[in-house]
Nanobody, 123 residues
Framework: QLQASGGGLVQPGGSLRLSCVAS????????IGWFRQAPGKEREGVSC???????YYKDSAKGRFTISRDDAKNTVYLQMNSLKPGDTAVYYC???????????????????WGQGTQVTVSS
């Protein structure tokens, strides 16, 4: 089971750190993706990290978000800085169906999803 946490209400320009924790299995062997879904929009990939810590970022996340993993804590993080109202969404984490790798960080590459955490960026 995956559990995403760390969301909340933050003002534009603020920061949040999301955590994705696994229970019952080890995240160490998986690539992990962070995705978000805003009301009325499709789920989109934000950032992905491979088993070897190779990272991908959606263009709008580059320079603002940082994905990292701490396998000892069975946790993957998404540090989000300089948040914008357009970042408002429910954020989900998921494990890759390809094990330690991903290809395009598309949601169809991921098959075990955690419950999401709401991120709201508003003044």
């Amino acid at each position: 089971q995956l559990q995403a946490s760390g969301g909340g209400l933050v003002q534009p320009g603020g920061s949040l750190r999301l955590s994705c924790v696994a229970s019952g299995f080890s995240l160490e062997v998986y690539a992990i993706g962070w995705f978000r879904q805003a009301p009325g929009k499709e789920r989109e990939g934000v950032s992905c990290i491979s088993k070897s810590a190779g990272a991908y970022y959606k263009d709008s996340a580059k320079g603002r978000f940082t994905i990292s993993r701490d396998d000892a804590k069975n946790t993957v993080y998404l540090q989000m800085n300089s948040l914008k109202p357009g970042d408002t969404a429910v954020y989900y984490c998921a494990t890759s169906r390809y094990g330690g790798h991903y290809y395009t960080c598309g949601s169809d590459e991921f098959d075990t999803w955690g419950q999401g955490t709401q991120v709201t960026v508003s003044s």
